[in-house]
């Protein structure tokens, strides 16, 4: 199964992560995208990449901003606080 696409990367930092994106367009092939662009996010400390799709690369980047920044949430969200020994919020 060939495929063509075009591709840009991207570099993103949150806090003290940093995420590698990869804008990618889909040009021609036999699998069809569910739209035209994906971007892949390459999340710290994980070997796989999560694709987030979009009609426009500007949509597919947007879509991966705010993947990065529910994996941020999601992991701030929850902070052990030592003296009680309970989990809560920030």
């Not at 995420?19 to 390459?42: D, H, I, N, T």
Request: hydrophobic share 40%; proline share 7%; net charge negative.
């Amino acid at each position: 199964m060939n495929t063509l696409i075009k591709e840009e990367q991207y570099i993103m930092r949150v806090g003290t992560d940093t995420y590698s994106v990869r804008v990618q367009e889909f040009v021609w092939g036999s699998e069809p995208w569910p739209e035209k662009f994906r971007a892949l996010v390459c999340a710290p400390n994980e070997w796989n990449a999560t694709p987030v799709y979009g009609s426009t690369s500007r949509e597919a980047a947007e879509a991966a901003a705010e993947y990065i920044l529910s994996l941020e949430v999601a992991h701030t969200s929850r902070v052990e606080y030592p003296a009680l020994g309970r989990l809560g919020p920030n």
